[in-house]
């Protein structure tokens, strides 16, 4: 009963409008939709493990939608994110190389399906991640905005009668060696910011840069614990 009452006042956050301000409302256009693609920056990581690795598609964990039932993004959530772990994997230079699965894991991992994965797409190793949260939260303030999550708060001062845009990501993953079923590496990143809006609308553009600056340090945040967590392998 208390979960069914928490799931209940979140989702009454995300749909109640809080005056002043209207809402944001998924674009029936697809091309005036934010992206959740971006190209990943930085300088590429030393390599760690020489093998090919396939990253497969998500798998979505979450308890509510982004923001509505209305799909928000030029993508649809899921296959997005898949996209984009993709791209920041394949980006990182851990790996010798990296390629897209687009098949779903099952519930079990099995030695059956890791040797399927290593004929079917000639991969070493294998990414497993959960979706389990990505959600976008809309909350009316008073006189000034607090930020009490673990990143930095870089706009303290707010106009009167504000609300907020805050995005939420967790992600929860494992590295799997295919001969044996070995787990190279395991962990959870997640990341959260927000934004104020104090007039007139939202933007799409001001959305896909929330969005976006949400999502690469949680990305960073996932290579740099690879590369420092990961386990060595005697195959290397």
């Known amino acids: 009963m208390k979960k069914q009452l928490l799931i209940a006042l979140a989702i009454s956050l995300l749909f109640i409008g809080c005056g002043g301000v209207n809402a944001p409302i998924a674009q029936k256009q697809v091309s005036k939709r934010p992206s959740l693609i971006y190209q990943p920056t930085g300088n590429q990581m ?5 093998l ?9 964990k979450r308890v509510l939608p982004f923001y509505s039932k ?13 996209q984009l ?53 809309r909350t009316k303030q008073g006189k000034a905005m607090t930020f009490a999550l673990s990143v930095k708060d870089n706009h303290r001062d707010y106009a ?8 939420f990501s967790s992600m929860v993953g494992q590295l799997i060696y295919y001969d044996g079923g070995y787990v190279v590496w395991s962990g959870e ?12 609308d939202i933007s799409m553009r001001d959305l896909s840069v929330l969005t976006n600056d949400t999502l690469r340090p949680m990305f960073n945040e996932l290579k740099t614990h690879i590369k420092t967590t990961g386990k060595r392998m005697s195959v290397q």
């Open 85 to 137: 772990t993709y791209l920041e994997l394949k980006r990182s230079g851990l790996f010798g190389s990296v390629k897209y699965i687009n098949e779903t894991s099952p519930v079990q991992i099995t030695d059956e399906f890791l040797q399927q994965m290593n004929q079917k797409h000639n991969v070493d190793m294998i990414f497993i991640f959960d979706v389990t949260a990505f959600n976008l939260f």
């Open 70 to 82: 209305d799909n928000f993004f030029q993508e649809e959530d899921i296959q997005g994110l898949s």
């Open 52 to 60: 090919n690795v396939g990253v497969l598609r998500l798998n979505d």
């Open 46 to 50: 030393q390599m760690k493990y020489p």
């Open 189 to 200: 990143v997640k990341r959260a910011n927000k934004m104020a809006v104090t007039q007139g």
């Open 160 to 167: 009167k009668g504000a609300f907020t845009m805050e995005i």
